[in-house]
């Protein structure tokens, strides 16, 4: 095997652990939301993500000598660009935290996963002409996601409308890191978006949550997988393989983050989706793989890589 198709290989495995360890951060947050408030959590476990990754930033800098200044420059320069971000990620977490004691871990591991049909969707309306695949794509996911979440009523659980509802500001959030990523240093980007999401969190919290702060030790070990695990771990998985993988190939890994959702909502919460739910979320699987698939000859759309290269990482 050559060089680069080891590295690719390599590449392939990290973003399939990250995509992974966020499937099974459905079952975190819903084992946390019994016990502690939604913005609560999000507050606690960024704030957790973004310390963890301040010591991995130092490392790197220091092994490759970065001097004072350059790095001062980096930093400043994700101040602004994290600010948006973490707003609208606080904004997509907290929709989904509160949905999580309305839902399984399964139905919103698939339905937030719809954010990689509409992210080509809405680079569609930018003057991206779509593709077949991309259409088919959409065409699936719509039907999965009916008979995954509209009951036989035609009325959608409450749960499942909210995290409908916050898959668009993920979609709004994965393009604006895919619009700033590229000129930043990447880690930097991710402990600003990390902190202000934190920070955005914190007051929404002593606002909106019933007990604030409270419960945080019987929720220790779902914010300690959410906040160490899946966001510091995860991400630094993911924007070290994104350097080697395909965009294409990135994005329909990480797409199986809704698979391990449901898996996890299966082993460990005992979820049963039933024939119409697991048919559902098949077919939404199937339309989140299909949309970002290209015919040949077609230009790849990118889709939110926030590992892509800077001047520092």
Do not use: K
């Amino acid at each position: 095997m050559n060089p680069a198709s080891a590295r690719r290989l390599r590449a392939n495995a990290l973003l399939l652990a990250a995509s992974a360890i966020w499937g099974f951060a459905f079952v975190a947050q819903r084992v946390g939301a019994e016990s502690v408030g939604a913005f609560t959590f999000n507050a606690v476990r960024f704030a957790m993500g973004a310390v963890a990754l301040l010591p991995v930033v130092w490392w790197l800098d220091r092994r490759r000598g970065v001097s004072r200044e350059v790095r001062r420059t980096a930093t400043r320069a994700v101040v602004l660009p994290g600010l948006l971000t973490g707003t609208l990620l606080a904004v997509a977490v907290g929709m989904q935290q509160v949905a999580m004691s309305h839902t399984t871990a399964g139905n919103a591991a698939f339905i937030t996963g719809l954010y990689m049909v509409l992210v080509p969707l809405v680079a569609a309306f930018r003057g991206h002409r779509s593709s077949w695949t991309t259409i088919a794509g959409i065409a699936l996911a719509l039907v999965g996601l009916y008979l995954l979440a509209v009951t036989d009523g035609f009325r959608i659980g409450f749960g499942d409308a909210i995290v409908l509802a916050s898959t668009f500001v993920w979609t709004a959030q994965i393009l604006v890191i895919e619009h700033y990523s590229r000129r930043l240093s990447a880690l930097r980007f991710s402990i600003a978006q990390f902190a202000w999401c934190a920070v955005v969190s914190l007051p929404a919290a002593l606002l909106l949550d019933a007990a604030p702060f409270t419960g945080l030790v019987d929720g220790l070990v779902p914010l300690l997988y959410g906040g160490l695990i899946s966001v510091a771990i995860a991400y630094t998985l993911q924007v070290v393989a994104q350097r080697d993988a395909l965009a294409s190939h990135a994005a329909l890994i990480m797409s199986g983050e809704a698979l391990f959702g449901a898996i996890g909502g299966a082993l460990l919460l005992g979820e049963n989706m039933g024939v119409r739910g697991y048919l559902g979320a098949a077919l939404m699987a199937a339309g989140i793989v299909v949309a970002q698939l290209r015919p040949a000859g077609a230009t790849p759309i990118r889709v939110g890589e926030a590992g892509s290269p800077a001047a520092l990482t």
